[in-house]
């Protein structure tokens, strides 16, 4: 019982011994290494995390990994750097992975360098998201948002010009994969950014069970859910340790 409410709350405050900090723009930017692995930590808040002996980090951001396999090479963008833990587990899946990754704050791209080391193959523009998606129309499979200022999602993101945008920069079978929380910005209600969402994606919630308190959401322009499993199952390598994302996407459902 001691070990499993250890494992909550390192999960929950990423404990351990700080080996960097940082302060930057009034923030406290931090790395953690425990027995498990490292965590990077953005105002005391985890940030991004690496396993030592897995590839998966049994939370939120293990589930975009399966988008990976949306096509046999996809174009991706990730808004929102962090420790780089996305991209970090999409090149360990999938050989020869690229995509881009828009980061607005140079000094994270550092950091993630540092977190996860330099990652091959992507290839990080430091820009203000909602530009670099304006500018880019049919020119990526995924685009996932996982963008935000501490515990808030930048309004920017949350608008429907931004949602428009993301519509049009994706291909006609292409996905916006967003991580959420409950109150988003502190103003707008996560059913009224679904509701926005929805009158230009079909709209799923990804059952994440117990693994995360976090709300991923998939929004898909063309590609039905029968079609991104069948892609899923056919071109990742599915095992024991991955069962539970797979069985995630199955059991998905349509908010909207």
Known sequence: MEKILMDFFDRLFGFGKEVFSVKHNGHTLSIVENSTGKIFKYDGIVYSRIHKNSVY?????????????????????????????????LHKTFDNMKMDVVEVDREMENIAN????????????????????????????????????????????????????AYECL??????????????????????????????????KL?????????????????NKEDLI?????????????EFIIKSYENMKLIL
Not at 65 to 75: F, Q, T
Not at 130 to 146: G, H, M, P, R, T
Not at 230 to 242: L, P, Y
């Open 207 to 223: 059952d994440t069970g117990f693994y995360t308190a976090n709300i991923l959401l998939l929004c898909a322009k063309g590609l």
């Open 171 to 204: 291909s006609d079978s292409g996905i916006f994969a967003i991580n959420c929380i409950s109150s988003m910005d502190g103003t707008e209600s996560i059913e009224t950014f679904i509701k926005s969402l929805s009158k230009k994606f079909k709209v799923y």
């Open 230 to 242: 069948f892609n899923i199952k056919t071109r990742m390598r599915i095992n024991k340790e991955n």
């Open 57 to 89: 980090t049994h939370e939120y951001w293990d589930f975009f990994i399966p988008l990976g396999a949306i096509s046999e090479n996809p174009k991706f963008v990730l808004i929102g750097l962090g420790g780089g833990t996305i991209p970090y587990l």
């Open 114 to 165: 540092m977190f996860v080391g330099k990652l091959d193959n992507t290839n990080v523009i430091i820009q203000n998201g909602q530009d670099f998606v304006s500018k880019n129309k049919d020119a990526y499979n995924v685009i996932i948002l996982d963008a935000f200022i501490s515990d808030r999602i930048p309004s920017v993101f949350l608008s429907n010009g931004f949602i428009d945008d």
